[in-house]
């Protein structure tokens, strides 16, 4: 619902001129790799070369068909650098505690205006806990203080991303049926079974799409 008022911002900044909305573009989709990664350079700050390729790769993905709708994607690749940013502020916070509550903070404010943006993204979420518990592993072996470390520092974002999700499921009204997640839970109490599969159905081919074939895709023979 924020990205409507986000968009207004732009576009009196743009105006309606195609070349300053893919210059945005652009310059969103640099940052969006160079936040990503300072992230890595601060969760493996050892590995420069791997790190350097990660990004490189990051840069290059060839799936992406649509990018010449500048006024959409360069929203993407923001939404994208202030999530890399939030995780690259959360690992500082796990090497240096003594700016937790600032460092946390930070990071929150980074990543809460990307949900209201867009959902794309909110997935990545899944990520966060297992990115604390790998760089709180390099200090502790023992799994009772690495767990307890782990919650300590995710549960910040775990109470923010549940408000949010209330928020979204519960109070949040839209005519859209495709967004509405009241409709979704509907059907799937009715058919849990044939609504399971068709998600399924839906992500198998996408992933295998997204993951693997895509990089073949600058090979074929229609753009030689």
């Known amino acids: 619902p924020f990205a409507g008022i986000v968009w207004g911002y732009f576009s009196l900044i743009l105006g309606s001129k195609p070349l300053a909305w893919h210059l945005f573009a652009l310059l969103t989709k640099w940052l969006s790799a160079t936040t990503f990664w300072l992230m890595l350079r601060t969760i493996w700050p050892k590995h420069v070369q791997a790190t350097a390729a990660m990004a490189l790769l990051f840069l290059l993905y060839p799936g992406i068909l649509q990018e010449s709708r500048a006024f959409i994607f360069g929203f993407f690749w923001l939404q994208l650098s ?4 939030s995780f690259s502020i959360m690992a500082r916070v ?8 600032t460092f946390t903070a930070i990071s929150l404010l980074c990543v809460l205006p990307t949900w209201f943006m867009g959902e794309y993204f909110i997935g990545l979420e899944i990520l966060r806990p297992l990115v604390l518990w790998k760089l709180i592993s390099k ?4 799994v009772k203080p690495r767990l307890y470390a782990t919650i300590k520092y995710w549960l910040p974002y775990f109470i923010g991303l549940c408000i949010y999700l209330f928020w979204r499921i519960l109070l949040f009204e839209t ?8 409709s979704f ?8 079974v044939h609504e399971l599969l068709l998600r399924i159905e839906f ?3 996408d992933i ?15 753009l030689l």
């Open 82 to 85: 202030l999530i890399f940013l």
């Open 94 to 101: 796990v090497r240096e505690p003594k700016f937790r509550f």
């Open 139 to 142: 200090k502790d072996n023992h």
């Open 175 to 182: 005519t859209r049926e495709e967004v509405n997640p009241s």
């Open 185 to 192: 839970t509907s059907k799937f109490l009715t058919d849990p």
């Open 203 to 205: 992500v198998a081919p």
């Open 208 to 222: 295998v799409k997204a993951t693997l074939l895509t990089w073949i895709q600058p090979l074929s023979h229609d």
